[in-house]
C-alpha cells in the first residue's frame, strides 16, 4: 500500500531524511537525557535562589535609552518561560554521549561563572512600577524570582548558547532553512521578553549576550576539534 503523494512541506525525500535523522536523535539515550536534565534543573533553582537571598547588598542597574524604548508588555510571559523547553532540545537531539556531556558542561560551565559573579557582585533591577497584584499574569514570577541577580542575565546566556548549539544539530541533520529562522526567532523572542516583562535590563541583556556567545563559540570550536579528532583516528 502506497500513501497518497503530497505537496506539504514534509512530503519529499529530503524532508523524510532530517526527519528521521531528528527521531533517530531523540531516542538516543532518551532516559539519561529525560533523567540528567530533570536532575540538573531541579537542582539549579535552590542554588540560584538561596544565592539570591544570602548575597550581600545588591547594586541597582541604570536604565539606559534603549530600556525606556521597550514597552511593558505581560503577554510577553509564556515566551519569557518558554526557555526551560527551548534548553531541553539540544539535550533531546544529541547524536550521542559526547555532544550531550559537550551541551551539558557548556551550560554549566555558564552556570558557575554566572553564579559566582552573582554572589561576588550582587546586582538588581530598578522597582519598575508594574502591576503584580494576586491574580495577574506576572505575580507568580515577581513573588518567585525577585529583581536580584540580574547581571549577567542567564535567562539570555541560555538562549544564546541553546540557539548556538541548535543550529549546528540542526545544520547536521540538513535541516529546511525555515526551522534554522524559527530556531533564530525563538531565541530572539526569549532575549526580548525578559526586557518586555521587567526581568532585566539592557546592561544584563548584555552580559548575558557576552556570556552566551563565548560559551557557544567555545563549545563549537571544540566539537569541531573533537569531530576531526575523531575522523583522523
Known sequence: MTLP??????????SARWL??????????FPLKLAGYTVSTLGFFPL???IMKSA?????LPLTGFDRLIAFWPA?????LSLWGYIALPVLLAKNMRELLGFSFGCAAMTVFALAVF?????AIPNFVIDTTPGSSLHFLK?????????????????????????????????????????AAWAVGI?????????????????GLALGVALGITSRQGAATRSHAGQAA
Do not use: E, K
Open 5 to 14: 503523494s503530497s505537496s506539504g512541506p514534509f512530503s519529499s525525500p529530503s
Open 20 to 29: 528521521r535523522a531528528l527521531w533517530l536523535r531523540c531516542i538516543t539515550l
Open 48 to 50: 540560584y535562589f538561596w
Open 56 to 60: 550581600g547588598q545588591a547594586w541597582v
Open 76 to 80: 510577553a510571559l509564556p515566551v519569557y
Open 119 to 123: 554572589w561576588f557582585m550582587p546586582t
Open 143 to 183: 513573588t518567585v524570582d525577585a529583581a536580584g541577580n540580574a547581571f549577567p542575565s542567564l535567562h539570555v546566556s541560555f538562549a544564546v548558547f541553546t540557539c548556538i548549539a541548535l543550529a549546528r544539530q540542526l545544520r547536521d541533520v540538513g535541516a529546511p532553512a525555515w526551522l534554522h529562522l524559527f530556531n
Open 191 to 207: 532575549v526580548y521578553s525578559t526586557m518586555a516583562v521587567r526581568q532585566h535590563v539592557l546592561i544584563d541583556v548584555l552580559g
